[in-house]
């Protein structure tokens, strides 16, 4: 079958795409192959594609399917993740254009809404990646809601409860006011931005005089319940076991003293808000002071906010800046960069607050997955990443596991008394009836005197038993799957959730599989634009991975995604880089045209320089393999690609391919073409990974195949030594070569016109590629002699110095002038570069960088000079 003259992407994609589901080549079983699994970072439900999940799972695509052809049994299992916060708000919007409020249809209607949602959206990013060729095993698509998977959080959830681990606290949380629930501290985003320090006057009790504080929230002065000052503060000594009067609610409050207050900082008092700051709230408990919370759920203030009562917080602080100071209680008004914590989901400015939740104690736990990756039984790569895991792990706070949502894992603790103090936790309703009856010492309770809480679990805590829960691990721990499947092998992800997620699965691994859930984990960087930014919807620099599927084709994007992310380090892309990976498939695509284009002969005998050029570049190829094999154990995967680039770019399709092909309108030899297909073969190997669409075509296409013998499921070439002074001596011919094709391009001597060539061999080389040079420079005759020729244009490669007789081929008087005008111009440049050399105060004073190029210049200089000189009396 005729090729066409044009790689259509999209055609070939949806083909082999298909082919590849059809024959089952991505589904895995359990079997006596050694595994490599990888379980895929799960995007959320809400999700589409962005460049982040194409960077991210172009790598895990590129090492599965390397894997698939060294022989291991590849597993990469795809899911999606519930997002609580996120699904809840898009559920909570939808229902909203319906007219419909989530809490007049009550919990189990809006369940139902969330599922129904779910299912109409949730598969929207997992048919995406199948577009990039994504070659997950689709039939163990896992969804951390699942029947399995929440039965497993439910599990482990009991399981820690009764360990001890898991308990009940009034603590000081962080608040997102938007989604109206309680967020970790890793999902607080802290950002500096510009605001003002206002310098309040708080009348003394029973006296004219006042004490002056500074605030960024003049608005939480109405929770204010003391003002603490230093008891070894000079300025302040009057003012012990008195009483200030707070602004506006004119609440008297005492005058406390505490040595955490600083001297330095501010004016030396502080207002103290237990409520609303964590520090305040560790003073108020010190000193027994009244906690009042001003701040409805949504950020509104609440009946202690007096008349500004349901007005939104940002609006009260406003219109009390504005009462304030009519009140003149405002000294002055300071610009001040403060930092802000934002919520990592809805972007709002966090809360601090007071309240009934649910945390899990990890210092203790969190000990074997710290040493796991100190000792390096998870390798971090880079490795530059291990210090910031050791900090947080080292200074790792109790995690707020509670959600104040309705969807996802509902807590298994079932409240049976008046009030929250008497519960039980149990993983079924049935159980907790029988654990409660039990508690309360009461047998008539029913299944209606139960209530369970209405919190749910943060999405973290089912995304942190992931690599154990796809394969049922935590429900049957001994089962077939998870001792074979588990642990995994790489994890691919991004260094911002290191913490959110990685270390949390590290720690859940060896809670509940004791041994670590992945050998290696690779941390991407952020695809920014060209300005450094990173790309995202809102700044309208972020380009649709689909069109650009569209447009470059799935390996064009692949290898342009590619090009420039080393492990760690932040991706500059650039549509441009699609554009190449696109110009490189169709040089893939050109090559094997002309392949097979060619007339075959079994008459003809294989040509000296065809034998040559297959002998090089197979060792071209095996010391390519060599450096690719390196950088895959490095997780280089961009340097892979590169080389893999080069090879195929430089040394195959520009090099290879002229050595070998046939002359104009002749057959090339049956051996040789074999031998072209055999090294081709080799080729779309170590380009699949890459580039998994053009490759199995073309594989395809050479003969035909029967399934089990598919380009996916090949064997990957085989490692062996290779001879480095063939390559050598090639990269002295390929000089050579360039030497020839210069002059003739210089001098508009056409290539299809003969010429001879001889050679001063003062480098004694080795005369192994005269044949390949005598054809790529079209030479009719190529001498060694050991006197220079006269009347002959030369050029130098290392000290081996090249003659071509230019008679009848140039006008010599021409050539003479022209040669002579460069020879005075590179002399003219030769005199300044070293005026400058000459210039001690150039030479001490300036780098030593520069010093050093100035220093090439003359000696560049020199050696062309040298060589125009030489051509000159060759022509006089």
């Not at 995690?399 to 104040?404: D, E, L, T, Y």
């Not at 360039?738 to 299809?752: D, V």
Request: proline share 4%; net charge negative; with cysteine.
């Amino acid at each position: 079958m005729a090729l066409d003259a044009k790689y259509s992407a999209q055609s070939v994609e949806d083909k082999w795409y298909s082919y590849w589901m059809e024959h089952d080549f991505f589904h895995s079983e359990v079997d006596d192959r050694e595994p490599y699994t990888i379980v895929i970072p799960p995007p959320n439900v809400t999700g589409v594609l962005h460049m982040g999940h194409m960077l991210n799972n172009t790598i895990q695509d590129v090492l599965i399917r390397r894997a698939r052809l060294k022989g291991f049994n590849a597993c990469w299992v795809p899911g999606t993740d519930h997002a609580s916060i996120a699904t809840e708000a898009k559920v909570v919007n939808k229902l909203k254009e319906e007219g419909i409020d989530k809490n007049d249809i009550g919990r189990e209607k809006f369940i139902e809404h969330a599922w129904e949602w779910t299912h109409k959206h949730g598969g929207i990013i997992l048919e995406q990646l199948k577009k990039l060729g994504a070659s997950c095993d689709w039939e163990r698509t896992k969804f951390t809601m699942d029947d399995d998977l929440s039965e497993s959080v439910i599990k482990v959830f009991v399981d820690l409860y009764k360990k001890g681990n898991i308990y009940r606290g009034y603590r000081m949380v962080n608040w997102d006011p938007q989604a109206q629930t309680t967020l970790s501290d890793e999902e607080v985003i802290y950002e500096e931005k510009q605001g003002n320090l206002y310098y309040l006057n708080y009348q003394i009790e029973g006296s004219d005089d006042h004490l002056t504080i500074a605030t960024t929230r003049p608005e939480t002065i109405l929770g204010d319940t003391a003002i603490c000052i230093n008891p070894e503060d000079e300025r302040y000594q009057h003012l012990k076991g008195k009483n200030a009067i707070v602004p506006i609610c004119n609440r008297v409050v005492p005058i406390i003293e505490d040595e955490y207050v600083s001297m330095e900082f501010g004016t030396g008092c502080l207002k103290v808000t237990p409520a609303h700051d964590e520090n305040d709230k560790m003073l108020g408990d010190k000193h027994q002071l009244e906690v009042i919370d001003i701040l409805n759920d949504d950020g509104s203030l609440n009946s202690f906010g007096m008349h500004y009562e349901g007005k939104d917080r940002f609006v009260a602080r406003k219109e009390i800046v504005k009462e304030l100071k009519e009140l003149r209680v405002i000294s002055k008004i300071e610009q001040h960069l403060n930092k802000v914590g934002t919520s990592e989901r809805t972007g709002a400015v966090i809360e601090p607050k007071l309240s009934d939740q649910w945390f899990l104690k990890m210092k203790e736990l969190a000990q074997p997955a710290l040493d796991a990756v100190l000792e390096k039984d998870v390798h971090l790569v880079p490795e530059k990443f291990i210090n910031t895991y050791r900090h947080w792990m080292e200074n790792v706070r109790d995690w707020n596991i509670s959600r104040q949502l309705w969807w996802g894992h509902q807590i298994p603790a079932y409240y049976y008394g008046d009030g929250k103090e008497d519960f039980v936790v149990a993983e079924t309703a049935e159980e907790a009836l029988s654990l409660a009856r039990e508690a309360s010492g009461n047998s008539d309770l029913t299944a209606s005197d139960l209530s369970q809480d209405p919190d749910v679990l943060d999405t973290w805590f089912s995304s942190w038993l992931w690599p154990i829960s796809v394969f049922n691990g935590i429900l049957e721990p001994e089962n077939e799957e998870v001792a074979y499947y588990y642990p995994t092998n790489d994890l691919v992800t991004a260094p911002e959730i290191l913490f959110f997620w990685v270390a949390r699965m590290i720690i859940a691994g060896y809670e509940y599989r004791n041994e670590k859930p992945f050998s290696n984990v690779y941390l991407t960087g952020i695809v920014r634009d060209k300005q450094r930014r990173k790309m995202s919807k809102s700044l309208g620099n972020s380009p649709d991975p689909i069109e650009l599927i569209n447009t470059y084709g799935a390996d064009g994007v692949r290898v342009g995604m590619l090009l420039s992310s080393p492990a760690g380090n932040d991706l500059m892309f650039d549509t441009d880089l699609c554009k190449q990976g696109s110009a490189f498939v169709n040089k893939i695509w050109n090559a094997y045209r002309l392949i097979d284009g060619w007339e075959v002969s079994e008459e003809k005998k294989e040509t000296e320089a065809s034998t040559i050029a297959i002998e090089w570049y197979q060792q071209k190829f095996q010391k390519s393999i060599a450096e690719i094999e390196d950088h895959y154990s490095k997780y280089r995967i961009s340097d892979a690609l590169m080389t893999t680039y080069k090879l195929i770019w430089d040394d195959f399709c520009s090099w290879f391919l002229e050595m070998v092909k046939p002359g104009y309108g002749e057959p090339i030899s049956a051996t040789t073409q074999q031998s072209v297909i055999r090294i081709l073969e080799e080729n779309l190997k170590i380009l699949h990974p890459f580039v998994p669409f053009i490759s199995e075509e073309i594989w395809q296409h050479i003969t035909d195949r029967k399934p089990e013998e598919a380009l996916i499921v090949a064997k990957w070439p085989v490692t062996e030594s290779f001879d480095e002074s063939i390559i050598g001596e090639f990269d002295f011919a390929s000089e050579v070569i360039s030497g020839i094709r210069t002059i003739r391009k210089e001098k508009n001597i056409s290539f299809k016109e003969t010429i001879s060539m001889s050679v001063i061999n003062s480098e004694s080389t080795s005369e192994r590629f005269d044949p390949v040079i005598r054809k790529l420079g079209n030479l009719s005759e190529l001498n060694y002699t050991t006197e220079k020729l006269d009347g002959a244009l030369t050029f130098r490669v290392k000290s081996n110095e090249y003659f071509i007789p230019v008679s009848g081929a140039i006008n010599v008087e021409e050539e003479i002038a022209k040669i002579s005008e460069e020879l005075k111009y590179t002399e003219g440049f030769l005199k300044s570069v070293q005026g400058k050399l000459k210039n001690e105060r150039f030479v001490n004073n300036a780098p030593e960088k520069v010093v050093a190029m100035e220093k090439q210049k003359e000696a560049d200089a020199l050696a062309k000079i040298e060589t125009l000189k030489a051509s000159l009396a060759s022509l006089q």
